[in-house]
């Protein structure tokens, strides 16, 4: 079992920053894969940007060049740095990861607001 705590959602005008924060417990050591989805009001969730145990990165062609996804995978956490924030990027972000069997875990959800 994985337990994922998120931080650090908010509230912030377009063009803004904000630090998404992810930390993993419990089998931590048998995480493979650890990132980011999130679920926009009234869309299926969707894939913000992941990243492998041995750093293969997944970003989202919407948040390339924008977002920036990093882990430490000795403190078992990850973090979304989203910088040019726009209105579109207001959404439920959900911390994601999948371990060595293909269990996937999710964390409960941070809100990003972005307003224009």
């Known amino acids: 079992q994985v337990q994922l705590v998120e931080s650090g959602g908010g509230l912030v005008q377009a063009g803004g920053t904000l630090t998404l924060s992810c930390a993993a417990s419990?089998?931590?050591?048998?995480?493979?894969?650890m990132g980011w989805y999130r679920q926009r009001l009234g869309k299926q969730r969707e894939l913000v940007a992941t990243?492998?145990?041995?750093?293969?990165?997944n970003v989202a062609n919407s948040v390339k060049g924008r977002f920036t996804i990093s882990r430490d995978n000795a403190k078992n956490t990850v973090i979304l740095q989203m910088n040019s924030l726009k209105p579109e990027d207001t959404a439920v972000y959900y911390c994601?990861?999948?371990?060595?069997?293909?269990?996937?875990?999710w964390g409960q959800g941070t809100q990003v607001t972005v307003s224009s």
């Open positions: 419990g089998s931590g050591a048998s995480i493979n894969v």
């Open positions: 994601f990861s999948r371990v060595w069997d293909l269990s996937e875990y």
């Open positions: 990243v492998a145990n041995r750093g293969t990165l």
